[in-house]
């Protein structure tokens, strides 16, 4: 079992990029699904989550407005659209689950422990 992340890459800031979070061997629909980002030397970030059942969400104040997590459940998949990207958005993403139903609620939460390879976004001024 697997999840891994892809659709990174190099866009001007302004600009929009969408990741996915595909996961292999089991399916993502029972769970609550996160999205975090990584920089050298730092801790992870706990940026986006969407709950099991799309119930509900968590955006971090950085991204909240700007990104937005959705789930499709035919492709087992899990989305972040990011939009008006910045600069200080570059980092490594990648999204990670423990296979619980509700999401975490602070950006730095020790859960979601189950993840996958990363996806690097780089956002140039």
């Not at 609550?32 to 980002?37: D, S, T």
């Not at 993403?93 to 859960?111: E, G, K």
Request: net charge neutral; charged share 20%; aromatic share 12%.
């Amino acid at each position: 079992v697997q999840l891994q992340a892809s659709g990174g890459g190099l866009v001007q800031a302004g600009g929009s990029l969408r990741l996915s979070c595909k996961a292999y061997g089991f399916t993502l629909d029972p769970y609550a699904v996160g999205w975090f980002r990584q920089t050298p030397g730092k801790e992870r970030e706990g940026i986006s989550c969407l709950s099991a059942g799309d119930v509900s969400t968590f955006h971090a104040d950085s991204v909240k407005g700007r990104f937005t997590i959705s789930r499709d459940k035919a492709r087992n998949t899990v989305y972040l659209q990011m939009d008006s990207l910045k600069p200080e958005d570059t980092a490594v993403y990648f999204c990670a689950t423990d296979f619980a139903l509700v999401c975490f609620t602070s950006t730095q939460t020790h859960t979601f422990e189950f993840r996958g390879q990363g996806t690097q976004v780089t956002v140039s001024s």
